[in-house]
C-alpha cells in the first residue's frame, strides 16, 4: 500500500481541511463514473479513497503513524486490516463531492429552499422589412409562470400545515451508503419523500396544486432597434418563468424572423437591387429616378451603361444607431429590349443600325448555330 500522504500530496502535518480538499480534488478528477471502463483511474481513484480514509479518521492516521502501512494489513497495531469507511465526516464529502459532479447541488449545510432563477421563455416575432431597417416598437403577447395569486408562492392553503421533511431534514436530498467493488460508497439522492422540495405540505393550494406558481399570458411592449437581421436574437429580462424560492426570474428570448421585400434584398447594413432602365436610356445616358429605403432620389448614369453595372450611393444602407454605422445602397442596372415596336420605332432602330454597320436581321436561332458549329 502507498503512502497515503504521498497519494493526496500533503505532508504529515497537513490538518483535515487539507486533507479533504485534495482528496476532493483527485475522486473529482478518478471519479469510475466520470472514468468509465477506466481501469487505471478506478485504481487511482480507490487509492485516494483509502489514503483518505486513513487520514481523516484521527485513529487511524495515528496507527499509520506509529506503525507505517502494517497497521492494516494485520500486522501491529492490531487494527486487523482495513475495514471499510469510518462514519467521520465521511458521508459529508462524498455529499459535497457528487453534488459538484452531478450537479445536485445538496452539499453539507445546503437547503432545498435555496432561491433558483426562473427558466426562459423564447418566442418568433415577426418583422417588414422595413420595420427591421428602421427598429419599431411591438406589443407582444407572452404566456409564462407567475406567482400563485390564490397562495401568493406558498404552495398551500394552511401555511401552517407546511413543515420540514422529517427524513432529509430540509436539504431536498440524504446520503445513501452502499456497498460496492471500491468498498463502501455514499452518494446523495433526491429524497423521495419530499420530492427535493425539503418541505411536506398537508394540503396543498388548490389553483397550483402545491406548485407555487400557475400560467398567465401578459402583453409586454419591446423596443426593437434599427438594424436587426433575420434570425438575430433579443433578450428581454426578467420576462421568462418565475424564479423559485425568491429567485430572480428568467428571461424572454425573442427570435427575430424579417419578411423579405419586393425590391429590396440585405446583405449586413449594405442594401441591394436590380435597377430596370430603357435601352434608350442606357445608350444616351442621363438621369432617372432611383429608390431608396426613404423616398426616391435623382441619379446620372453614363451613355453606353451595360446590364450588371453597378452603382454605389455610401450611406443610404441601413443604420445601425448601437455601433453608429450605416451601410450603403448598391443598384445594378438592367437593360430592358424593347419586345414590341411600332413602325416609326422600328424605322429608326434600323437606321442606327445601317450607319452603325449592323446587319439588321433576325438572330439564327440556338439549333442553328449549334449545327453550323458542327457543319
Known amino acids: 500500500m502507498r503512502d497515503p ?41 480507490k487509492e485516494a479513497t483509502l489514503a483518505y480514509e486513513i487520514l481523516s479518521d484521527e485513529e487511524k492516521r495515528s496507527q499509520y503513524d506509529r506503525f507505517g502501512s502494517a497497521a492494516f494489513e494485520g500486522g501491529a497495531g492490531g487494527a486487523g486490516g482495513f475495514g471499510g469507511f469510518s462514519q467521520g465526516g465521511f458521508g459529508d464529502i462524498f455529499g459535497d463531492l457528487f453534488g459538484d459532479i452531478f450537479g445536485g447541488g445538496f452539499g453539507s449545510g445546503q437547503s432545498a429552499n435555496r432561491p433558483t432563477k426562473g427558466d426562459d421563455i423564447q418566442q418568433v416575432i415577426n418583422l417588414t422589412f422595413q420595420e427591421s431597417a428602421f427598429g419599431v416598437s411591438k406589443e407582444i403577447q407572452i404566456r409564462h409562470e407567475v ?23 430540509g436539504r431536498g436530498a440524504y446520503n445513501e451508503v452502499s456497498q460496492t467493488a471500491f468498498g463502501t460508497m455514499s452518494r446523495t439522492v433526491t ?6 422540495t425539503g418541505e411536506i405540505i398537508e394540503e396543498p393550494c388548490p389553483n397550483c396544486k402545491g406548485s407555487g ?6 402583453k ?13 436574437v433579443m433578450r428581454v429580462s426578467g420576462k421568462g418563468h418565475v424564479g423559485e424560492n425568491g429567485g430572480p426570474n ?18 449586413g447594413l449594405n442594401i441591394y437591387y436590380e ?4 435601352f434608350t436610356k442606357a445608350a444616351l445616358g442621363g438621369e432617372i429616378e432611383i429608390p431608396t429605403l426613404k423616398n426616391t432620389i435623382k441619379y446620372d448614369i453614363p451613355h453606353g451603361t451595360q446590364t450588371g453595372t453597378k452603382f454605389v450611393i455610401k450611406g443610404e444602407g441601413i443604420e445601425d444607431k448601437r455601433r453608429k454605422r450605416k451601410g450603403d445602397l448598391y443598384f445594378y442596372v438592367k437593360v430592358l ?9 422600328r424605322e429608326a432602330l434600323e437606321a442606327y443600325a445601317n450607319i452603325s454597320g449592323e446587319e439588321v436581321k433576325e438572330e439564327k436561332s440556338f439549333f442553328s448555330k449549334v449545327k453550323d458549329f458542327f457543319d
Open 5 to 45: 500522504y504521498e497519494v493526496l500530496g500533503v505532508d504529515k502535518t497537513a490538518d483535515q481541511g487539507a486533507i479533504k480538499r485534495e482528496y476532493r480534488k483527485l475522486a473529482k478528477k478518478y471519479h469510475p463514473d466520470l472514468n468509465p471502463d477506466n481501469e487505471e483511474a478506478a485504481e487511482k481513484f
Open 147 to 169: 406567482t400563485c395569486h390564490v397562495c401568493d408562492g406558498k404552495k398551500s392553503k394552511d401555511p401552517d400545515k407546511v413543515h420540514t421533511c422529517d427524513k432529509c431534514h
Open 191 to 196: 429524497c423521495d419523500k419530499c420530492s427535493g
Open 213 to 218: 406558481k400557475e400560467f398567465k399570458s401578459e
Open 220 to 232: 409586454v411592449k419591446v423596443d426593437i432597434p434599427a438594424g436587426v437581421e433575420n434570425n438575430n
Open 250 to 267: 428568467g428571461d424572454l428570448y425573442l427570435v427575430i424572423r424579417v419578411s423579405e421585400h419586393e425590391i429590396f434584398k440585405r446583405d
Open 275 to 278: 435597377m430596370p432602365i430603357s
Open 337 to 345: 429590349t424593347p419586345t414590341k415596336l411600332n413602325k416609326e420605332q
